[in-house]
């Protein structure tokens, strides 16, 4: 089988390791990735990335001139794609940018014009319900009409996508997986001494940004509530909430045990996590952000929490968009903005190791059968499979 894979998102080489993993899985399987060219991801890394083509065999990244250079929805490619579709002759055809992208459209059009009948499949993040105005409204009905499958990051997504009359086949999963390699529990006492964290002292984890979406007010304020106890929070990331968060741990006078840690590599990650007694990620669905086609936002996944089972580490969410599906019987859901609820989830992992224990090999079980890259590639294949025979 002949796969093309379209998305901004293979640029970065870690990001690649999933479709690495596919190319491998059986010997007729190749996977040939489309990228941008040149991309400006925006955020803290504001310079313009230059995408290098490499051939590994049966599995290669090709970079294609482009149109828009950091908008997901906007992208399109230069005519050099032509040649490459002629070229490689694809089976499956899956551009990773919604179903409301151009860039899907395009290669509809070119899968059609060049006779290639490929499958046309998209991945989706996106899971808000949301209206379209023409002629976005024309493109999202182009693009579902000539699609034989979608890859659906999240459960409501499908749903989503149901209800605006998708009749078509579905699979539900994320883009990406972990490396258990570098996501496996492996103690780090020197990284603990150089933060002051003490052996066996109870360390509620975060990863993220510091935004109001992510609620970790919440998660500061269920602390507050349980500052009788002994513990430590260890915040990685940063944002907008910082100075807010500190003014609110010294107004509850635990500031002494709130530890920030900003711009950590993510093979640096596990490390972190690996200190971590839980995670803990608290998102909060809110309906304040808005774009040319959708409002709200709220958790599409949560990558870090299958980070922290590979790490054998419980974990505690929300029940904000994929958080309990992801999570399930492994770990413990509470009501997204509830402090009482959070701090109860805390207070139980505090008090009962054993709970903590069985908890952190449920969700490692959990993440070693449907999360890893190599389990993810081959859902993916077999997907592919069902579209083709």
Excluded at 64 to 93: A, C, M, R
Aim: glycine share 8%; hydrophobic share 40%.
């Amino acid at each position: 089988m002949k796969i093309l894979v379209v998305s901004h998102t293979y640029i970065v080489d870690l990001n690649c390791e999933k479709l690495r993993a596919l190319s491998q899985l059986e010997a007729d399987t190749e996977v040939t990735v489309i990228v941008p060219k040149r991309w400006n991801p925006g955020g803290v890394q504001s310079k313009i990335i230059e995408t290098q083509f490499k051939d590994e065999g049966k599995f290669r990244i090709i970079p294609v001139s482009n149109f828009s250079e950091n908008h997901q929805g906007l992208l399109t490619f230069g005519t050099d794609i032509i040649s490459i579709l002629k070229k490689y002759q694809p089976n499956i055809i899956q551009v990773e940018q919604g179903s409301k992208s151009l860039a899907y459209a395009q290669m509809i059009s070119l899968n059609k014009l060049l006779g290639l009948n490929a499958k046309n499949i998209f991945f989706t993040w996106w899971n808000l319900a949301y209206e379209l105005k023409f002629p976005v409204s024309l493109l999202e009905k182009y693009n579902l009409s000539h699609t034989h499958g979608i890859i659906s990051g999240n459960k409501d997504g499908a749903e989503i996508l149901c209800d605006r009359n998708y009749k078509g086949a579905i699979k539900v999963m994320p883009q990406l997986g972990i490396d258990e390699a570098l996501f496996a529990p492996k103690l780090q006492p020197d990284l603990a001494e150089s933060l002051g964290i003490k052996l066996g002292e109870f360390v509620v984890g975060f990863v993220g940004r510091f935004v109001p979406e992510k609620g970790i007010l919440t998660l500061l304020d269920a602390l507050a509530s349980v500052k009788d106890k002994d513990w430590k929070c260890l915040l990685l990331g940063r944002g907008e909430l910082k100075e807010e968060l500190m003014r609110k741990a010294i107004a509850h006078n635990i500031q002494d045990r709130i530890i920030i840690v900003e711009s950590v590599a993510h093979d640096e990650v596990s490390k972190y996590i690996n200190l971590m007694s839980t995670l803990v990620l608290p998102s909060e669905t809110t309906y304040k952000f808005k774009t040319l086609t959708s409002v709200g936002w709220k958790e599409q996944f949560g990558h870090v929490i299958i980070e922290a089972m590979g790490c054998q580490v419980p974990v505690i969410g929300s029940d904000s968009g994929e958080i309990p599906h992801v999570i399930s019987d492994t770990g413990m859901v509470f009501p997204e903005g509830n402090v009482e609820a959070l701090a109860n989830c805390l207070m139980q992992l505090m008090d009962n190791p054993e709970l903590a224990h069985d908890l952190g090999q449920l969700g490692y079980a959990k993440a070693m059968s449907q999360y890893t890259n190599k389990a993810l590639a081959k859902q993916q294949l077999e997907f592919y499979q069902e579209l083709v025979n």
